[in-house]
């Protein structure tokens, strides 16, 4: 139980475009999704976090007009990233609680992200 | 806000021996304390947890430790094997849910 599913998975996008990454909880109701960052052999970085029925919280140095995020449903949350380019490139991976009260988490399975 | 720091960066063992990585956290009001194993390339899968109210959960060949008051947790891998090898995070999470993620140890097991 608890899966969350995300895609794509891989994308490859010209610069300026705009790309849209979904995360869909399969058996549970998220109504927290975070979403992370990872470049090559780094950690991940918490870029935002988006709540259902209201605006997403995003953290210092994040720009919300750039990585836009919405969470239509207690089973999806989307993150785009608008205008890329080259130095977007990375692994995007959302996380939603398993259950508000104990705090597991699940990972979706990343999307790769490259920009040329 | 909350800081994690988490050492060593790279580590190699023999296989066999054991493996031991160490965390600490800055918000005292962090109380939950997960470890991630991520392979290359895929997303990071949770091996084990520990809250605040416990000092020490062991499953098979993995335990981790907890010490509030010094605020520092360690992983421990005891036994390693080569599937063993990957990249592992420790995470600290407090109330609000989120959690901040160390840089990440390399663990390499030579066969």
């Known amino acids: 139980g608890a899966v969350v599913s995300q895609h794509p998975s891989r994308v490859i996008c010209k610069s300026g475009t705009s790309v849209k990454i979904e995360c869909r909880s399969l058996?549970?109701?998220?109504?927290?999704m975070f979403w992370y960052r990872q470049f090559p052999k780094q950690s991940l970085m918490l870029m935002a976090t988006?709540?259902?029925?209201?605006?997403?919280?995003?953290e210092q140095g994040v720009e919300k007009d750039k990585f836009l995020i919405n969470h239509a449903s207690l089973t999806l949350s989307t993150l785009t990233v608008t205008s890329a380019h080259p130095e977007d490139s990375s692994f995007y991976i959302c996380?939603?609680?398993?259950?508000?009260?104990?705090?597991?988490?699940?990972f979706g399975s990343g999307t790769r992200l490259t920009v040329v | 806000g909350e800081n994690v720091e988490q050492h060593p960066s790279t580590l190699s063992v023999q296989e066999g021996d054991s493996a031991v990585i160490k965390c600490t956290y800055s918000?005292?009001?962090?109380?939950?304390f997960p470890w991630y194993k991520q392979e290359l390339g895929k997303r990071p899968q949770l091996i084990i947890d520990?809250?605040?109210?416990?000092g020490e959960k062991k499953d098979q060949r993995i335990a981790v430790t907890l010490n509030k008051t010094a605020k520092h947790f360690s992983l421990h891998i005891t036994e390693t094997q080569p599937e063993d090898s990957a990249v592992y995070f420790c995470?600290?999470?407090?109330?609000?849910?989120?959690?901040?993620f160390g840089d990440g140890t390399t663990l390499t097991v030579k066969p």
């Open positions: 058996d549970f109701q998220a109504t927290t």
């Open positions: 918000d005292s009001a962090s109380n939950y």
């Open positions: 996380s939603a609680p398993r259950h508000q009260s104990n705090y597991g988490y699940t």
């Open positions: 995470a600290a999470s407090g109330g609000a849910g989120k959690s901040t």
């Open positions: 988006s709540n259902e029925g209201s605006k997403a919280t995003y």
């Open positions: 520990i809250r605040s109210n416990v």
